[in-house]
């Protein structure tokens, strides 16, 4: 299993979905994502759609002024 | 599994800011897992030439003069203000300066989540185009019915 990070708190929409979207098609089943987001859109749906994509969201934690979303595949 | 939701655009006008429209629905749609076809007629399909400036293409005088006044998708118009083609590459600057995606980087978006471009075998037809010149990620030169039967159930936009 590998651990994958992701960033796209500097990123606005729709690259923050796609961003999340092509890293989860790189990854292997089983491995894990880190994600880096901001509030706002990125926070209210890329948990959501990541969900729907079939990956399980496993925490989502405050770290300072953003987000952080840990995913499996 | 649910069955995907779908999102159909019609990509008509080859305007850069109605192209950009037109891209960030598709972007976003396909990468929160909905299945997107992407129909390119008239002058969409500017969009995806593979020649992104300026060329003579078909056989007919009319037909060349067209396509060489309209380039490819580096000559893009802007739909107001366009300033004889300077707007678009300034727009361009002001969205990498915010840090939001360009055109050319949503096209790149798009040909990565597999969007499905087709193109309108009409439109093709009169301004002489062949698939040929369009670029490789284009499947298929398609006509009416077979659009239809792909936006079926789904949601279709117009731009």
């Given amino acids: 299993m590998k651990k994958h990070f992701l960033d796209i708190t500097k990123e606005h929409c729709p690259m923050t979905f796609v961003k999340a979207r092509l890293k989860l098609d790189d990854m292997e089943k089983g491995d894990e994502l880190e994600i880096l987001l901001c509030e706002g859109e990125p926070l209210d749906n890329v948990p959501k759609t990541i969900e729907e994509c079939g990956c399980r969201v496993i925490s989502l934690d405050r770290a300072g002024q953003f987000h952080r979303l840990k995913v499996r595949k | 599994m649910d069955k995907k939701e779908k999102l159909s655009l ?89 840090n939001v995606a360009t055109l050319d980087e949503l096209i790149e978006a798009a040909k990565a989540l597999k969007i499905n471009f087709i193109a309108c075998e009409m439109a093709m037809q009169i301004l002489e185009i062949k698939k040929e010149d369009l670029i490789d990620e ?19 936009l117009f731009i």
Avoid: Q
């Fill in chain 2, 138 to 156: 284009v499947k298929a030169v398609v006509g009416v019915p077979t659009f239809l039967d792909l936006a079926k159930d789904g949601m279709t």
């Fill in chain 2, 10 to 98: 019609i990509v008509f006008s080859g305007d850069f800011d109605k192209a950009i429209a037109a891209f960030t629905l598709a972007t976003g749609a396909a990468a929160t897992n909905r299945e997107v076809n992407m129909f390119f007629t008239f002058w969409g399909l500017n969009i995806i030439r593979k020649n992104k400036g300026r060329a003579f293409t078909g056989s007919g005088v009319l037909a060349r003069t067209f396509n060489f006044l309209m380039g490819g998708v580096k000559k893009l118009p802007l739909s107001r203000f366009n300033f004889l083609g300077i707007s678009p590459k300034l727009m361009t600057y002001m969205m990498k300066k915010k």
